[in-house]
């Protein structure tokens, strides 16, 4: 079975330092990945997907990045975190063809 | 690009009673539409979802949803709510180019 692991749970980083999240994916080949971030009080906005080793697509401007360096390892960066970096962050993979996500168990972000 | 509207950000119910959770959408054409559920600092779960056939779906946990294409809406309900159905519940669309969209959320709080 498919399993999908995403790692810290929690993090509390001060503004200005570095970030690595990472997502990895077992028990499936070239699934199409996802970063989505939920601010407090607001829904999922999605980040970044990639459909392929070193394919990322960024749905939205920000001092985040994305990478994709093995084929279900997808790791969220950023060389300077902002306070508006502070939120939820979901990993999540699908199947070309399947029709719903399966969601990591998230990582709570607090830039202090 | 479609939009998914939750109309309620939080819904308080006794233990026992019904429950219905509001989401519409934008465009009446084809979709996929989804509910997942969020318990505290977890990642999402599927509850549901509507490919086509039936419009009335059955998913986990007792709940089910109604597509509604000439309302686009797709309410979730639950006959009879316990304490462990507390968390927040996302409604998404998925479109035809593979995007998907999500509400905002309902926290859904049951009191005993």
């Known amino acids: 079975s498919q399993t999908i692991h995403q790692w810290p749970a929690t993090l509390v980083q001060p503004v200005g330092s570095p970030l690595s999240l990472e997502c990895t994916v077992e028990?499936?080949?070239?699934?199409?990945l996802y970063w989505y971030r939920q601010a407090a009080g607001r829904g999922l906005q999605l980040l970044f997907y990639?459909?392929?080793?070193?394919?990322i697509s960024s749905e939205v401007p920000q001092n985040l990045s994305a990478s994709r360096p093995q084929d279900r390892q997808f790791i969220l960066s950023s060389k300077k975190l902002l306070l508006s970096d502070s939120g939820f962050y979901l990993c999540?993979?699908?199947?070309?063809?399947?029709?719903?996500?399966?969601f990591g168990s998230g990582t709570r972000l607090t830039v202090v | 690009a479609q939009s998914v509207t939750q109309l309620d950000s939080q819904v308080p119910v006794f233990e026992e009673a019904p429950v219905e959770l509001r989401c519409n959408y934008s465009?009446?054409?084809?979709?996929?539409l989804f509910w997942y559920v969020q318990y505290p600092n977890q990642g999402l779960q599927l509850l549901l979802k509507?490919?086509?056939?039936?419009?009335l779906v059955k998913g986990i946990n007792g709940f089910e949803a109604e597509f509604n294409k000439s309302q686009t809406s797709f309410h979730l309900r639950k006959p009879s709510v316990h304490i462990s159905d507390t968390a927040e519940y996302f409604c998404?669309?998925?479109?035809?180019?593979?995007?998907?969209?999500f509400g905002s959320g309902t926290k859904l709080n049951v009191k005993p």
């Open positions: 999540a993979w699908r199947r070309d063809g399947d029709y719903g996500y399966t």
């Open positions: 028990g499936t080949s070239n699934p199409n």
């Open positions: 990639s459909v392929g080793i070193g394919q």
């Open positions: 465009s009446s054409v084809s979709v996929y």
């Open positions: 509507y490919l086509s056939g039936s419009t």
């Open positions: 998404a669309v998925k479109d035809n180019f593979n995007k998907f969209y």
